[in-house]
């Protein structure tokens, strides 16, 4: 049995009871990073939440999981495990999805825990989303792809939450700027941690408040999607809409202040 538990960003005491449950009883624990992972494991053992316990630690990250998932027998699958990503939710721009799809695969059964996640911490510090967003993760790194990226996202009317590193942050938000200066953005770097940060405001001008700061910490970014347009519906795209000539002489003469009859004449002598 696999379970795939959260861990702290930043703050040891969002650690959850069910994942300190799970730690008790479990004895492998899978791990993006071994180091990380015991580290984790040595503080809150310090702090007596968990009792000192000798696992075997075992690395499966991005860069080895489909080999280990090829040369691990089925047999193995049967212990108790815990995967742990380094901080936060395995599988949400973290390892631990081909884990899933392989257990899926051999129908193994697998649990998933609730816990801390930069991305809904920041969606509810944000003020900027109601119901729906999107989720991008990291954007890409060359600057024309992503500025491609940003400029397609900007499009769209929900808003988009991207995750981003220290050294990346000011292109990010100059490739932003430089799109719609105007666009409302909120950022966070080091949340649940003693020196987390938020900033709100226009992308141009957050941009100028940092470009003199020194940039420290992972970053979450969510930005405003596009606001709709109340937009009228032109002379010729009322005629080509599937309705009634009356309707569409209704329509037409809201439009242009004139008779309906004048244009329902006109619309049945061009029996459009």
Not at 27 to 56: H, M, S
Not at 90 to 114: A, M
Not at 192 to 206: H, R, V, Y
Not at 244 to 257: T, V
Request: with cysteine; charged share 25%.
């Amino acid at each position: 049995m696999v379970t795939f538990i959260p861990t702290p960003i930043g703050n040891l005491e969002d650690i959850t009871l069910r994942t300190l449950k799970v730690l008790e009883d479990c004895e492998v624990l899978l791990c993006e990073d071994t180091r990380i992972t015991q580290k984790l494991i040595e503080l809150l053992a310090q702090r007596k939440l968990l009792n000192p316990k000798n696992y075997t630690y075992i690395p499966v990250h991005s860069h080895n999981e489909k080999v280990f998932l090829q040369e691990t027998p089925l047999a193995f699958w049967e212990q108790k495990i815990a995967y742990l990503s380094d901080a936060g939710m395995p599988c949400i721009s973290d390892p631990g999805v081909e884990i899933v799809r392989f257990l899926q695969k051999y129908e193994l059964p697998y649990e998933v825990l609730g816990g801390i996640s930069a991305l809904t911490l920041a969606v509810a510090f944000s003020g900027m989303v109601e119901k729906e967003f999107l989720f991008l993760g990291f954007p890409p790194h060359k600057n024309k792809e992503k500025t491609i990226f940003i400029q397609t996202y900007c499009q769209q009317r929900f808003p988009f939450v991207l995750y981003e590193s220290p050294h990346r942050l000011l292109e990010t938000l100059e490739i932003l700027a430089a799109f719609d200066k105007n666009r409302s953005i909120f950022l966070a770097k080091e949340l649940s941690k003693k020196f987390q940060q938020t900033f709100k405001g226009e992308a141009g001008a957050i941009l100028e408040t940092l470009k003199s700061s020194e940039i420290k910490g992972e970053w979450v970014m969510i930005i405003e999607g596009r606001e709709e347009e109340n937009r009228t519906l032109s002379q010729e795209e009322i005629y080509a809409l599937e309705i009634p000539p009356k309707i569409k002489a209704k329509i037409l003469a809201k439009l242009h202040k004139k008779s309906a009859s004048e244009f329902y004449n006109a619309l049945c002598q061009s029996k459009l």
